[in-house]
C-alpha cells in the first residue's frame, strides 16, 4: 500500500519574529546616536563657564561670558552695575532731600503758628497741630457762629483778624473746612448740615478777604457736614467739638487740592 505523502508548506527566509527584534535593534540604535549627538560638549562654552564660576560670583551683575547666538543688546563689562542708573538714585535722593525739607518748613511754620496764637492769647479757643496736608487750625462754632447759623458772631472779629494778620505773612495755600455734629437740620436757610457746613466756611473766607490784603485764589472751601467727627456724637461735649472750622494751611509744596 502507497503511503499518502503530505506536503508541507514551508516559509522561506528569516523568521517573522526576527523582522520586528531587528527594527528594534535599529530604533534603540537611533536613540542612542541621539543621545550621542546632544551630548557633545562645546569646548569653549565649557572653559568659560568652568572659569566664570572660578573667578567670579554667581550673583554679581557682570554679564555672562558666553557669548549669545543673536544678542539683543551689548553690555559694558566695565560699568559698575551700582552706577548704571544714576538719574534713579538720583531723582529718588532729590525726593527724600525735598521731603526732609518739606517735613522742617512745616515744623517752622507750626512752631510760627503756636507762638503767634500764644502771644495773642488765642489758645484757648484755636487748636494748632500738623499732619500729612499741612498746619490746621480747629476753631470751635461757639467762637465763631450761633447754633445753627453760618453769620459770623462780632466776638469772633477780634481773633479773625489775628488769624487774617497770620495769614498775609504765609503765601500758602488756605482750605477753610465747615464741620457739623449728627443733629439733622431743615431750615428754608439749611436744608441739611451739607449746607450749613458749607456757608460757614465760606463765611470765614469772606470775612478774612474783606478785611485783609489776600488773595482769593488761595482759598479753598469744603463743607464736610457731619461726615468727619471727631468725637461719637453721643454726649454733649462731645457734639461741641464736632462742629468747628478748620483752616488748613496746606504744605507749602501743594499749590491746589
Do not use: C
Not at 67 to 86: G, H, I, K, L, W
Not at 181 to 186: A, L, M, T, Y
Not at 211 to 233: E, K, M, Q, W
Request: charged share 30%.
Amino acid at each position: 500500500m502507497n503511503r499518502r505523502k503530505t506536503s508541507r508548506d514551508t516559509d522561506k527566509g528569516a523568521p517573522k519574529w526576527m523582522v520586528t527584534f531587528s527594527d528594534l535593534m535599529t530604533l534603540i540604535l537611533v536613540f542612542f546616536i541621539l543621545l550621542f549627538s546632544m551630548s557633545v560638549v562645546d569646548d569653549a562654552k565649557f572653559n568659560a563657564i568652568a572659569e566664570s564660576f572660578r573667578e567670579r560670583s554667581m550673583f554679581d551683575f557682570n554679564p555672562s561670558l558666553i557669548p549669545f547666538d543673536n544678542p539683543a543688546e551689548e553690555v559694558d563689562r566695565d560699568t559698575d552695575p551700582y552706577e548704571r542708573d544714576d538719574s534713579s538714585q538720583e531723582d529718588f535722593l532729590d525726593s527724600d532731600n525735598e521731603d526732609m525739607d518739606k517735613d522742617k518748613e512745616l515744623d517752622e511754620l507750626l512752631k510760627e503758628v503756636l507762638e503767634y496764637l500764644e502771644a495773642n492769647n488765642l489758645l484757648d479757643t484755636i487748636t494748632a497741630i500738623r499732619n500729612e496736608q499741612g498746619v490746621v487750625l480747629v476753631l470751635q462754632e461757639q467762637v465763631l457762629f450761633e447754633s445753627a447759623r453760618a453769620q459770623i458772631i462780632p466776638g469772633a472779629n477780634e481773633f479773625l483778624k489775628k488769624v487774617g494778620t497770620l495769614l498775609e505773612t504765609i503765601p500758602n495755600v488756605i482750605k477753610v473746612e465747615g464741620h457739623t455734629d449728627s443733629r439733622p437740620i431743615n431750615t428754608i436757610q439749611f436744608p441739611s448740615n451739607w449746607e450749613l457746613s458749607g456757608a460757614r466756611a465760606s463765611s470765614i473766607i469772606r470775612h478774612l478777604l474783606d478785611n485783609h490784603d489776600l488773595d482769593p485764589a488761595r482759598f479753598i472751601s469744603v463743607g464736610y457736614g457731619d461726615t468727619r467727627p471727631v468725637a461719637p456724637n453721643t454726649t454733649v461735649e462731645n457734639l461741641q467739638k464736632n462742629r468747628r472750622v478748620v483752616i488748613v494751611i496746606s504744605d507749602p509744596t501743594i499749590e491746589s487740592y
